[in-house]
């Protein structure tokens, strides 16, 4: 093996789905206290970092994902991650980012989260920085809530804001379907509705939803799934209940919005009764994706 370092790194994150989202008031800093549940899905951004004089990114769309919204200046969340992996090094270094975007962009599906943890990965690869997982974590963290969660992949018990994240047993071989909205929910938005509707509970581990995780039990999931920021969504947005009833009505187990929305999840029982359910919808004209899970987190796929 060669012991020069790469010219380029691509690295994949995939797209993340709350199969439960429990929210507390919220706290001092602005922040809501958390108890979710998250598993990747087969949805992903790719990432590739090469060296350059100075900061940029570029964005292009995998299939029919619309990235006209995604900013290319410094608010870029690669962008972002690049510069707090080099100032967390004491470096000076820059490089030149190019996200492959296959995950609709401001759906609830965390896809900026995803491009910044996979430029954490990349760049650590990239300049060899051998960065420890405690401090990608907690550089991720800095980041955002869901960035950290992007790194891990898999299933996993998420407290704090989202940004503590523990895996857990999952045996399922789960199918969802997955039905992005022409236009995105800006976050802040669906937490400020939460609040104004005087919502906000007690947070408890999530047993039912793990227990059926741990059996592989989709009736079980079905029941199990959750998300306190629905009826703020729907408060927002009510045209997006039509989106839910469809999904419904084409036989999925259990529809579910995804994150702060406005995407929703149908559930299927397997990949025959999910391509079954996007049959359906497709044949009502709407776009409909499908991904499995869980998924790996972060991984390189490409050293050139
Ligand atoms: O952490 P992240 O940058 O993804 O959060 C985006 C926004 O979502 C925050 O600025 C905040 O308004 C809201 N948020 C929240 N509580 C959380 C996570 C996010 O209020 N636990």
Redesign the pocket.
């Known amino acids: 093996m060669s012991t020069s370092l790469p010219t380029a790194v691509t690295v994949r994150a995939p797209a993340k789905v709350n199969l439960r989202l429990d929210v507390g008031p919220?706290r001092a800093d602005?922040?809501?206290?958390?108890s979710t549940v998250y598993q990747a899905i087969g949805l992903y951004d790719d990432v590739t970092a090469a060296p350059a004089d100075a900061w940029s990114v570029s964005v292009e769309a995998a299939g029919e994902v619309e990235v006209s919204e995604v900013p290319l200046d410094a608010g870029n969340l690669a962008v972002r991650a690049g510069r707090a992996l080099v100032a967390h090094h004491g470096l000076e270094r820059a490089a030149r980012l190019h996200v492959h975007k296959g995950i609709p962009v401001a759906g609830g599906l965390a896809g900026g989260?995803a491009d910044a943890a996979a430029t954490l990965v990349a760049l650590d690869r990239l300049w060899d920085l051998g960065t420890t997982d405690a401090d990608l974590l907690a550089v991720a963290g800095a980041l955002?809530?869901?960035v950290p969660f992007a790194l891990l992949g898999g299933t996993a018990w998420g407290t704090g804001?989202?940004?503590l994240v523990e895996p857990v047993s999952d045996a399922g071989s789960w199918w969802w379907v997955v039905l992005p909205d022409a236009r995105g929910l800006a976050?802040?938005r669906v937490?400020?509705a939460h609040d104004a509707l005087g919502l906000g509970r007690d947070l408890a581990r999530p047993d039912a939803l793990l227990a059926a995780l741990q059996a592989g039990d989709p009736e079980a999931l079905a029941v199990a799934l959750g998300n306190d920021l629905e009826t703020p969504a729907l408060h927002l947005r009510p045209d997006l209940a039509a989106t839910r009833d469809a999904v419904r009505a084409a036989g999925a187990m259990a529809v579910l919005l995804s994150g702060?929305g406005p995407t929703w999840l149908g559930l299927c029982r397997d990949a025959t009764h999910a391509r079954a359910v996007v049959e359906s919808l497709r044949a009502e004209g709407r776009t409909v994706l499908l991904a499995p899970g869980p998924v790996a987190g972060s991984h390189p796929v490409v050293h050139a």
């Open positions: 919220t602005g922040f809501h206290p958390l989260s955002g809530s869901d804001r989202g940004e976050t802040p937490y400020a702060s």
